[in-house]
């Protein structure tokens, strides 16, 4: 018997579903592709239906573990001139598709990116050159429907309270998902991204309009989770 094949980007398998951030900072030992690729097979064989990924190195490392994983990546790199840092560059976009991933995320918000590069002439070439499907990680409603107009697959608010103009306000932009949902095009894949912290949370933004959820450090943080635990005990006892 043939078992027919399960398109991943197909809007009905996105629907309602989590994919699980699997990351972990700089320096710390839960940062070997190993463990990411570990957690990162739990996550799925537990219910996610896909993961998001940092660096060639994770997205390649799940990709030979996972290899039917649906697989959002990014690459944050730094540069002087710019506080983008999701996927910059056009050299990140093509690097982080070589790696395996399906989706490319990548900063879509107002902010100048290093080296002159424009979000337009990127999504334009990531479409031509790369047929690739595109995340566009946003801070507004304004950016989201920007992103979309320029050619961006899936809108997330990913970078809500994590910008120079949302800096003041924290996530999860729950109050964004309407708005966009009425004014993307259907087509569209809404993710809610960001400051999720619970099951309930997550729910919440379902029916608000988010098509999937992104979670992550609620989920796989161990760094953060376990350090958040500390502070309040070491607060709780003087």
């Not at 009905?12 to 699997?22: A, M, N, Q, R, Y």
């Amino acid at each position: 018997m043939v078992v027919p094949t399960v398109n991943r980007l197909a809007p009905e398998h996105l629907k309602g579903g989590l994919i699980v951030s699997v990351q972990a900072p700089e320096g710390s030992p839960m940062r070997h592709p190993d463990v990411i690729s570990a957690m990162a097979e739990a996550s799925l064989r537990n219910g996610a239906i896909g993961v998001r990924l940092e660096s060639p190195e994770h997205i390649g490392a799940v990709r030979e573990r996972c290899p039917d994983a649906l697989i959002v990546g990014l690459w944050k790199r730094s540069f002087p001139d710019s506080s983008v840092y999701i996927t910059p560059r056009w050299e990140d976009i093509r690097t982080v598709w070589a790696a395996g991933a399906d989706v490319i995320a990548l900063d879509a918000t107002a902010r100048t990116r290093p080296c002159g590069e424009e979000l337009e002439t990127l999504v334009r070439r990531a479409k031509s050159e790369l047929s690739a499907t595109l995340m566009a990680d946003v801070d507004s409603v304004e950016n989201g429907l920007r992103a979309s107009s320029l050619g961006c697959d899936w809108v997330g608010t990913t970078l809500f309270g994590y910008t120079e103009a949302t800096t003041q306000l924290s996530p999860p932009a729950l109050h964004l998902l309407h708005p966009l949902r009425q004014q993307l095009p259907l087509s569209t894949i809404l993710i809610c991204e960001g400051g999720i912290s619970s099951a309930a949370s997550a729910a919440d933004a379902l029916v608000t309009g988010a098509d999937a959820v992104v979670v992550g450090t609620a989920i796989t943080g161990v760094d953060l989770q376990v350090a958040a635990y500390c502070r309040q005990l070491k607060r709780q006892t003087g």
